[in-house]
């Protein structure tokens, strides 16, 4: 959505009136991409809908700290990956999870649903993703996944550009070492 789709919807919430039909916008508008980003970092649908759903009401109750700095995208995004990473902390603690417990739930949970996408690269690729530090995961999934650029991802995770680049270099070899020993 470009900047004018964002005024719209900012105006609409801003509207006593209107409120809650531009909250609605601001669902139907990027729910999907939101949900995206957030069941690439926890892998199961049913996490990802609960996760989605703080994050959309995260937004309506903190809509007026959203100063217009950045795109309503990528302030969602923000709280998105906010919310993944500490539903995924509180999980691993919740379960008294040691990370490697945490990563070998989480590739039986990827080998039990099969070739995701019907490719068994994609599956590889997944368990490789598990392999990485929940930031790294983020960062290579923003980087390459959704083809976001640096800037963006700075302001998606308050992270310096020069720290993004090097946790996605790390994160690509990392990924590059996991998938050769296959």
Known sequence: MNKNGDQE??????DHETREMGFRQLILTYQKRVYHVIRRMVLIHEDADDITQNTFIKAHQ???KFQGQSSLFTWLYRIATN???SFLEKKRKRFFFSIDDHQE???????????????EIQRLL??????????????????????????????ITGTS?????ASYHHAVKKIEHSLTRE
């Open 9 to 14: 919807i900012l105006l609409l919430i801003q």
């Open 62 to 64: 903190h809509i007026e």
């Open 83 to 85: 919310e993944s990473l």
């Open 105 to 119: 739930k989480m590739e039986s949970y990827i080998d039990q649903q099969g070739n995701m996408d019907g490719d």
């Open 126 to 155: 997944q368990k490789a993703l598990l392999k990485l530090p929940d930031k790294q995961r983020l960062v290579f999934h923003l980087k390459y996944q959704e083809d976001l650029t640096y800037e963006e991802i700075a302001d």
């Open 161 to 165: 550009i020069g720290a993004l680049k």
